[in-house]
């Protein structure tokens, strides 16, 4: 009978009961492996590891073991890769261990990159942008739509969307995201601010005066309430002329009021004499955005 591990923290195989456990609608079967035996995953989502806390993990495995198996998906007869437990596997090789207990998995390649993703998010390993460019990668692998992704990862669909949104700022900000210069609430505040080159101005400035998060939000506001960007100007234009006639036409009114029933949220219409507008949905939190998500799906699914 194989050797039984005690399971610690929350990914893959964690409190493990039995020689075989349920991941992914397969079984995995557990062994000591020969390190020299495996080969890292390619496309590993994580790409950096902190050499500091390597070196902590590598004491705390010369002393007491691997606590935790890794996860292995057997390609040939003496050879396996790696799907999860990369920082693990490495520790364990700086410990000068020659074999290393390991779950077994037979499991289609297809769904090896997902794999890997979700046990490194679920045990929150990932940094933001390596969160947003994973989630980027299995959309276009598996062809999912942001629900579906939100789905399998077990994330709400408005925390994926914002993961996806950090890959529309400029390169230099997303390396000091990786490099945790800023954290994600500095960078999602950041993502409203339409303009690149105001973008790394405010980035910048985050840097050099140590901004709270609060305060680059306070800034971003204020920055946005005096733009000149054409978007912004319209809209206020169109508020003001739809002021100075009163009210919108009868129709435009039913369709706001419909509008704001339907989200269950504020909803601003504008419109020019010449039939130009834009509608606004306004939404307080995460919860509410989700909540104006699910209305568009279910109207979409109709």
């Known amino acids: 009978m194989a050797k039984k591990f005690g399971g610690l923290g929350k990914g893959l195989g964690a409190l493990i009961e039995s020689d075989e456990v349920e991941v992914f609608g397969g079984t995995s079967s557990i062994n000591e492996i020969p390190i020299d035996e495996i080969e890292p995953n390619p496309d590993q989502p994580r790409k950096h590891f902190d050499a500091e806390a390597m070196m902590e993990l590598s004491e705390s495995i010369k002393q007491i073991g691997v606590i935790q198996p890794v996860t292995l998906r057997k390609i040939e007869e003496h050879k396996y890769q790696l799907i999860a437990g990369e920082r693990r596997f490495r520790a364990a090789k700086?410990?000068?261990?020659?074999?290393?207990?390991?779950?077994?998995?037979?499991?289609?390649?297809?769904?090896?990159?997902?794999?890997?993703?979700?046990?490194?998010?679920?045990?929150?390993?990932?940094?933001?942008?390596?969160?947003?460019?994973?989630?980027?990668?299995?959309?276009?692998?598996?062809?999912?739509?942001?629900?579906?992704?939100?789905?399998?990862?077990?994330?709400?669909?408005?925390?994926?969307?914002?993961?996806?949104?950090?890959?529309?700022?400029?390169?230099?900000?997303?390396?000091?995201?990786?490099?945790?210069?800023?954290?994600?609430?500095?960078?999602?505040?950041?993502?409203?601010?339409?303009?690149?080159?105001?973008?790394?101005?405010?980035?910048?400035?985050?840097?050099?005066?140590?901004?709270?998060?609060?305060?680059?939000?306070?800034?971003?506001?204020?920055?946005?309430?005096?733009?000149?960007?054409?978007?912004?100007?319209?809209?206020?234009?169109?508020?003001?002329?739809?002021?100075?006639?009163?009210?919108?036409?009868?129709?435009?009114?039913?369709?706001?009021?419909?509008?704001?029933?339907?989200?269950?949220?504020?909803?601003d219409l504008t419109r020019t004499p010449k039939g130009k507008g834009k509608i606004t949905i306004t939404f307080g939190n995460d919860e509410e955005l989700e909540r104006i998500m699910d209305v568009l799906d279910s109207v979409q699914k109709d």
Not at 99 to 111: F, H
Not at 126 to 131: G, R
Not at 164 to 191: C, F, N, S, T, Y
Not at 226 to 231: G, I, M, Q, T, V
Request: hydrophobic residues 35%; charged residues 30%.
């Open 94 to 267: 700086m410990a000068g261990l020659t074999s290393i207990p390991a779950y077994i998995k037979e499991i289609n390649e297809d769904l090896v990159l997902e794999m890997a993703l979700v046990e490194n998010i679920q045990r929150e390993d990932l940094n933001a942008i390596e969160v947003a460019l994973s989630y980027q990668n299995l959309m276009k692998l598996y062809n999912y739509t942001q629900e579906q992704l939100s789905d399998r990862v077990g994330k709400k669909r408005a925390t994926v969307a914002n993961y996806m949104r950090l890959l529309r700022l400029p390169a230099e900000i997303q390396v000091g995201i990786k490099d945790k210069k800023i954290d994600m609430g500095h960078a999602r505040a950041l993502v409203n601010v339409t303009d690149p080159v105001k973008q790394l101005d405010v980035y910048n400035q985050i840097l050099k005066n140590n901004y709270s998060v609060r305060k680059v939000e306070e800034i971003v506001r204020t920055m946005n309430e005096e733009s000149n960007d054409p978007e912004i100007v319209f809209q206020e234009t169109e508020k003001e002329s739809n002021n100075n006639n009163n009210k919108l036409p009868e129709e435009y009114i039913l369709l706001q009021e419909r509008l704001k029933n339907l989200f269950r949220s504020k909803v």
